[in-house]
Structures are given as C-alpha cells and as structure tokens.
C-alpha cells in the first residue's frame, strides 16, 4: 500500500479538522511522510496551518476544497491538542521548583464546534 493512500485512509478515520504529523508520523519515512502530505497538499485534501500542524478541507458547493470551520476554530483545536501532546500523564512540572506546574486553557477550547 503507497504511503498516501495509508495517510488518506487514516484522516478518514480519525476525529476532529486538525492533524498533528507527530500522530501520523509511524505511517512512514520522515521523507516519505512529507511528499505524501505535500502531494495532498497540492490536491486540496489537507491545508497546513502551522508547522506540523494540518486541517482537512471538505469539498465547498463549487467542488472545490474549503475548511470545515472558521481559521480560528481551527487553532483553537489545533492549541488543545498540542497541548494534549506535550503534557504528560503525570502533569507538567516546574522546571525550576519542580512543582506541578498549572496550565490553563482558554475557556472556549471546549466549545469547539
């Protein structure tokens, strides 16, 4: 199976607008993983928003590719899963006191649409 259509098959699969590369990174190569993005790139499947960071486009009335929602609700989403990636089980510790360190998320994350 060619590395775009495991990419392909895997955004179908899974939940959400945004992508991170680090949650599809074990489909292949690091090169092999960035010519299939680009190539859906060029195709209109995936948008990038951010290094690292993609949203998958719907097709619009005209047929051709839009985003599923608004650029900010996209960073939002893209914010919480970020944030989701980077903190670990355990929590976050400070790095200097090595206190539990206190992260807070904007009120409207969990008001994505």
């Known amino acids: ?15 959400g607008h ?6 599809i990174a074990e ?6 993983l960035s010519k299939a993005i680009n190539d859906l790139i060029a195709q209109g499947t995936l948008v990038r928003l951010r290094m690292g960071v993609y949203a998958k486009t719907t097709p619009g009335p005209s047929g ?12 939002r989403e893209a914010d919480a899963r970020l944030l989701q990636a980077v903190a670990p ?3 976050l510790v400070h790095a200097t006191s090595r206190r539990p360190a206190h992260i807070e998320l904007p009120r409207d994350v969990d008001q994505l649409p």
């Open 89 to 91: 089980r355990r929590g």
């Open 27 to 32: 489909l292949a190569s690091k090169s092999q």
């Open 64 to 75: 051709r590719p839009q985003l599923p929602a608004s650029r900010a609700a996209l960073e």
């Open 1 to 15: 199976m060619r590395v775009e259509s495991k990419l392909r098959m895997s955004l179908s699969k899974r939940r």
């Open 18 to 23: 945004v992508v991170l590369r680090r949650e």
